[in-house]
């Protein structure tokens, strides 16, 4: 709790301080002011605590959450983000803008090394399992709703490739996404 009150403090300090310089004739813009808030902010929220968390995650029963609706790296969405360090586990579920869950999730597994996305299709009215292999760079495994292998016909449709750079690039910007906003990376989050 106390994390939380010194990072709101620091958020606030700046904030003054971006007022103040404003008043005095300045001539630091609007987006400076703005970008310098954000940075603060998100040095802030990177900063880890003694147990190897970061500081904005709130935590019960050693499961730590965050909700992300503004820096997502997914465009018009936010994220839900759960890390079970005993389970080696990080879940990312995509939400709107107002924080409500989507059924769309990746979770980054560090005892398989392996990322499972959940993939819904509108146009299709089903969705699909990914599993990708972080050593590998690759989808190793999909399957419908059913949990029906549909690898191979994936392939067969000529679906896969287009299917396999989607999730790397998904799991790329994830990664980076976690390590500019909160100092660590998502390995590190739960292997620490």
């Known amino acids: 709790m106390k994390k939380v009150i010194l990072t709101i403090a620091a958020i606030s300090a700046v904030m003054s301080l971006v007022a103040c310089a404003g008043d005095?004739?300045?001539?630091q813009t609007t987006a400076e002011s703005t970008t310098a808030v954000q940075?603060?902010?998100a040095q802030t929220a990177g900063q880890q605590d003694s147990a190897g968390g970061v500081s904005v995650f709130a935590e019960e029963n050693g499961v730590l959450t965050y909700l992300d609706t503004?820096?997502?790296p997914f465009e018009g969405a936010g994220l839900?983000?759960?890390?079970?360090k005993s389970a080696k586990t990080v879940n990312f579920v995509k939400t709107d803008l107002e924080g409500n869950e989507t059924v769309e999730y990746y979770t980054f597994d560090y005892n398989s090394n392996t990322v499972e996305q959940y993939?819904?299709?509108s146009m299709m009215g089903t969705g699909f399992y990914?599993?990708?292999d972080l050593n590998a760079g690759e989808i190793v495994k999909i399957?419908?709703?059913?949990?029906n292998d549909s690898t191979q016909s994936t392939k067969d449709s000529g679906r896969y490739d287009s299917a396999n750079d989607r999730l790397k690039g998904d799991v790329a910007s994830l990664e980076a996404y976690f390590t500019e906003q909160y100092g660590i990376s998502i390995s590190d989050m739960v292997n620490s």
């Open 24 to 27: 005095n004739g300045s001539t």
């Open 39 to 41: 940075s603060e902010a």
């Open 70 to 72: 503004e820096h997502s």
């Open 80 to 84: 839900k983000i759960t890390a079970d």
């Open 119 to 121: 993939y819904y299709v």
């Open 130 to 132: 990914y599993t990708y």
């Open 143 to 147: 399957e419908d709703i059913d949990h």
